[in-house]
């Protein structure tokens, strides 16, 4: 039966796997643009194209490195949820 400590847990698991998740994709974007940002107010630049695409680009790199992680990590929530459920129903 689900007890509301074991539904606490499963989404306390659930919650921090998204965290990190989101923490491997967001941040390195997050880091460029704040060196774009620091660039840009020193040379006093103010185009639009200069912050968004390198942004675009190290997220996009990121998610190319980060995949096969990022699945795999997925995939282990899954299957444990799925090994877990014959003793949360009955």
Same mark, same amino acid.
């Given at each position: ?21 989101? #923490?491997?994709?967001? !941040? $390195?974007? /997050? +880091? &460029?643009? @704040?060196?774009?940002?620091? %660039? ?8 639009? #194209?200069?912050?968004? !695409? $390198?942004? /675009? +680009? &190290?997220? @996009?790199?990121?998610?190319? %490195? ?25």
């Amino acid at each position: 039966m689900v007890t509301p400590d074991t539904a606490v847990d499963l989404i306390n698991q659930a919650l921090h796997i998204v965290m990190l998740l989101v #923490t491997v994709l967001v !941040l $390195p974007g /997050l +880091l &460029v643009g @704040l060196l774009i940002s620091l %660039f840009q107010a020193a040379t006093q630049i103010n185009e639009q #194209t200069l912050s968004f !695409l $390198p942004r /675009l +680009l &190290v997220t @996009l790199a990121a998610i190319g %490195f980060a995949y096969h992680w990022a699945a795999q990590m997925l995939m282990d929530f899954c299957v444990s949820i799925f090994e877990q459920a014959s003793h949360l129903v009955g």
